[in-house]
């Protein structure tokens, strides 16, 4: 008996210490996690000239236009601001404006006024490090356990290069649930998987980045397996001073009523950087140095909509909720579709480049009127109520 007591007093403190040698070893990866953590926010969090709070609770600091965290990119050390693309103005100017179904309001995207010589930049904190990791892992398609469906027209590589994508999309504000997402957005890409090259912008509701349910202006990039949203990571070049990604649009359309809309494009300049226009501003660019393909053109343009959910749950609405029913007021839309070509001269999409996909036909519908609808030029609806998808 002695003997087996001893035994299992060795037994035990073979156990406590195996424990404490795991609780330790944890510890130390925790610790150097958190170190890892505040290293990456020493960079993207510049020392500001001026801090607003904004009545989201955010902070938004002006930091110096040739200081911003894009410089710190090891391919970008060498860059030379741009203010301005360098290309001819071919594209037909986009004002902000509503819809000319009830045209009495403008969206209104929450903004800030930074000083001369500096660019609004969000605060990042430790938290929205943490969540970004899942958040890029989502839209990027990666395998970590969550359903994503994309409900879009898009075009074809047989009609490719394509040197820029224009559009105008209603703004809407569909029901989710924690860690979903649901978004409307347009994007040039080239490539796939590990080699996909891909810029996106328009708005999104994602309570993973932003702790909330209201609709925010967003982009996202990626060039193989980096990238990320908004200025979470080091790459985007801001020249405009009022305007931040990230930020909560606080007025949105009403189904049946006044259709608040947003204008977008993506365009490549003279020199091959990617320029990104919101609202007839030029809020900024990619530099072609992130891109390993994107600088002969993309492959792909498309426009429409994206939602995340986790497995085992039912898919978030798109959109304004509602399935396409000719309506514009009701379904979310995009209306004067374009794409630009090698001088940067806008056209209407060819019937040979359309092509259009729905995965979840049971949860959300893409109806493409083309230019049926004049006064929309080239123009389609899509979006629906989600829920148990068929796939």
């Known amino acids: 008996m002695p003997k087996m007591i001893n035994i299992l007093l060795l037994v035990m403190c073979l156990v406590t210490i195996i424990t404490a040698e795991r609780d330790h070893g944890m510890q130390r990866v925790l610790k150097e996690e958190d170190?890892?953590?505040e290293r990456q926010l020493n960079i993207l969090n510049k020392p500001p000239i001026k801090s607003i709070n904004t009545k989201s609770g955010y902070i938004?600091?002006?930091?110096?236009?040739?200081?911003?965290?894009?410089?710190d990119h090891?391919?970008?050390k060498k860059h030379k601001l741009q203010r301005k693309p360098i290309?001819?103005?071919?594209?037909?100017?986009?004002?902000?404006?509503?819809?000319?179904?009830?045209?009495?309001?403008?969206?209104?995207?929450?903004?800030?006024?930074?000083?001369?010589?500096?660019?609004?930049?969000?605060?990042?904190?430790?938290?929205?490090?943490?969540?970004?990791?899942?958040?890029?892992?989502?839209?990027?398609?990666?395998?970590?356990?969550?359903?994503?469906?994309?409900?879009?027209?898009y075009l074809s590589i047989e009609g490719s290069p394509y040197y820029g994508v224009s559009g105008t999309t209603s703004i809407w504000n569909p029901k989710i649930y924690k860690s979903q997402s649901s978004s409307n957005n347009l994007y040039v890409q080239r490539g796939e998987g590990d080699?996909?090259?891909?810029?996106?912008?328009?708005?999104?509701?994602?309570?993973?980045?932003?702790?909330?349910?209201?609709?925010?202006?967003?982009?996202?990039?990626t060039s193989g397996k980096k990238g990320c949203f908004n200025m979470l990571c080091k790459g985007f070049v801001q020249?405009?001073?009022?305007?931040?990604?990230?930020?909560?649009?606080?007025?949105?359309?009403?189904?049946?009523?006044?259709?608040i809309d947003l204008p977008l494009q993506i365009s490549r300049d003279n020199v091959g950087n990617w320029w990104l226009k919101v609202a007839d501003r030029d809020i900024g660019y990619f530099p072609k140095a992130l891109f390993s393909s994107l600088d002969n053109g993309a492959q792909e343009v498309g426009y429409g909509g994206y939602t995340t959910t986790p497995a085992g749950t039912t898919s978030p609405a798109m959109g304004s909720g509602?399935?396409?029913?000719?309506?514009?007021?009701?379904?979310?839309?995009?209306?004067?579709?374009?794409?630009?070509?090698?001088?940067r001269t806008p056209y209407d999409p060819l019937a040979f480049m359309v092509q259009s996909s729905n995965d979840a036909p049971d949860c959300y519908g893409l109806a493409n009127y083309k230019d049926e609808m004049k006064r929309f030029g080239y123009s389609f609806l899509f979006g629906g109520p989600g829920g148990k998808c068929n796939t």
């Not at 660019?119 to 890029?136: E, G, Y």
């Not at 309506?327 to 070509?341: E, G, I, Q």
């Open 35 to 37: 170190l890892e953590l």
């Open 60 to 71: 938004v600091d002006c930091v110096d236009i040739n200081k911003q965290p894009a410089f």
């Open 74 to 76: 090891p391919l970008l």
């Open 87 to 153: 290309f001819e103005r071919n594209v037909t100017e986009t004002k902000v404006r509503n819809s000319p179904i009830k045209p009495k309001s403008i969206f209104i995207l929450e903004k800030v006024k930074c000083p001369e010589g500096t660019v609004p930049i969000r605060r990042t904190t430790k938290n929205d490090l943490i969540k970004k990791k899942s958040s890029f892992k989502d839209h990027n398609l990666t395998e970590n356990g969550s359903i994503n469906h994309f409900t879009r027209l």
């Open 195 to 221: 080699n996909l090259n891909k810029i996106s912008v328009g708005w999104h509701v994602s309570p993973q980045l932003y702790n909330d349910y209201q609709t925010h202006l967003y982009l996202f990039w």
């Open 239 to 259: 020249v405009d001073r009022s305007f931040i990604f990230g930020s909560r649009i606080s007025k949105i359309s009403t189904y049946g009523g006044t259709i």
């Open 322 to 343: 509602y399935m396409p029913d000719k309506d514009y007021t009701h379904a979310s839309y995009f209306k004067f579709v374009k794409y630009l070509n090698i001088i």
